[in-house]
């Protein structure tokens, strides 16, 4: 199993540095990296959190059905979100101590009809500023670890974030894309 594991982020690393240098446009590269995240880990949902110049954007990603282009979100609630960032971490909100406020603070999907009972949550950072997350939602698979998802949360957010950084910055090649 720990051999399944270790070659699963081996593959994780390969697959997101390949689309980052297949894919021109951040959009599609975000989307794709969030379907391959709940594909890997069998999370039922996925988002990333950018923020740029313009603002911020939240991709989200349902194995279920399309959700159509990244949205915008409002500077408060991006505040709300990035005040939580730090090391990655796993929350989970049991029926008997559901808190819905406290569940509605900690995720930022936007899916209204997606029921949040677990969240696995990575900053991205720039090495200068945090610009943005990337999180799990709902495992559907309770024998996949959850040190692993978060390992693999992570694994995604460095690289998710060196990805942005390069579609960015004019100097690597490629046009500058705002969030």
Same mark, same amino acid.
């Given at each position: ?9 081996? =593959? ?9 240098? =297949? ?14 995240a709940?594909?890997? &880990? ?8 950018? /923020? ?5 954007k ?30 990655? &971490?796993?929350?989970t909100?049991?029926s ?19 029921? /949040?009972?677990?969240t ?38 460095s690289?998710?974030a060196?990805? /942005? ?10 046009? /500058?894309?705002?969030?």
């Amino acid at each position: 199993a720990r051999l399944r594991r270790a070659n699963a982020e081996l =593959e994780v690393l390969y697959n997101v540095e390949r689309q980052l240098s =297949e894919t021109a446009d951040l959009d599609a590269l975000l989307r794709d990296v969030l379907s391959l995240a709940c594909s890997l &880990v069998k999370a039922e949902a996925a988002a990333i959190l950018l /923020v740029g110049e313009a603002g911020a954007k939240l991709y989200q990603f349902r194995a279920d059905r399309d959700l159509g282009p990244a949205q915008p979100v409002e500077a408060r609630r991006v505040r709300e979100l990035l005040s939580q960032a730090g090391p990655p &971490v796993h929350f989970t909100f049991d029926s008997a101590t559901f808190d819905a406020k406290k569940a509605a603070e900690s995720h930022v999907l936007l899916t209204s009809d997606l029921q /949040v009972h677990e969240t696995f949550t990575a900053s991205l950072s720039d090495a200068r500023t945090t610009i943005g997350l990337i999180q799990l939602a709902n495992r559907l698979d309770s024998a996949v670890p959850e040190d692993w998802v978060l390992r693999i949360v992570s694994l995604l957010a460095s690289q998710v974030a060196r990805g /942005v950084v390069v579609k960015r910055d004019p100097r690597g090649g490629f046009a /500058v894309v705002a969030a």
